[in-house]
T-cell receptor, first 109, second 112 residues
């Protein structure tokens, strides 16, 4: 079993829809949680970073962490075509990040 | 902002060639990483380095080596390239423990 499991997708949604992305993990030592966005043929860029259970909001993006259930989510409100990308969850308790396999999202205009 | 620069965006090499992938970061980070990314498999750690001349194997080090002679530069070496090393290679750097990584733009390597 992988340390981090991410809903594989792909997801295709109409513009303006809410996008929901999810990851589960098995290592209870993970304390820090991130979401990266990766456009085609580019490197991942950091979208959200959190280290506590609960919600963190940044504009149209909300990251949710539930450590008791070992579950994290990313919500994108009012999705735009420019949000079309692959989203990677990542987590760690030290120097090495463990990544989900990524979910590819397409937002249709 | 930290910048991580990978010297090549696209490379095509022949089977058996020795291949060097270069990565440079400009913020004096101690920790640097090399990953490969393949569809359905996500990012897999090849090697990492937490200081000059220090290196540690990641999850899939076979067929690779690394060099870190200067703090800002971390090189990935494919000793004898094989077709199963065709992949997207990503370099990353990290300032402190548990902080997010900063990634380079990636090198898409094709071995023919």
């Amino acid at each position: 079993q992988k340390e981090v499991e991410q809903d594989p997708g792909p997801l295709s949604v109409p513009e303006g829809a809410i996008v929901s992305l999810n990851c589960t993990y098995s290592n209870s030592a993970f304390q820090y949680f991130m979401w990266y966005r990766q456009y085609s043929r580019k490197g991942p860029e950091l979208l959200m970073y959190t280290y506590s259970s609960g919600n963190k909001e940044d504009g149209r993006f909300t990251a949710q962490v539930d450590k008791s259930s070992k579950y994290i989510s990313l919500f994108i409100r009012d999705s735009q075509p420019s949000d079309s990308a692959t989203y990677l969850c990542a987590m760690c308790n030290d120097y090495k990040l463990s990544f989900g396999a990524g979910t590819t999202v397409t937002v249709r205009a | 902002d930290v910048k991580v620069t990978q010297s090549s965006r696209y490379l095509v090499k022949r089977t058996g060639e020795k291949v060097f992938l270069e990565c440079v970061q400009d913020m004096d980070h101690e920790n640097m990483f090399w990953y490969r990314q393949d569809p359905g498999l996500g990012l897999r750690l090849i090697y990492f380095s937490y200081d000059v001349k220090m290196k540690e194997k990641g999850d899939i080090p076979e067929g690779y080596s690394v060099s870190r002679e200067k703090k800002e530069r971390f090189s990935l070496i494919l000793e004898s390239a094989s077709t199963n090393q065709t992949s997207m290679y990503l370099c990353a750097s990290l300032e402190v423990r548990a902080a997010p990584y900063t990634f380079g733009s990636g090198t898409r390597l094709t071995v023919v």
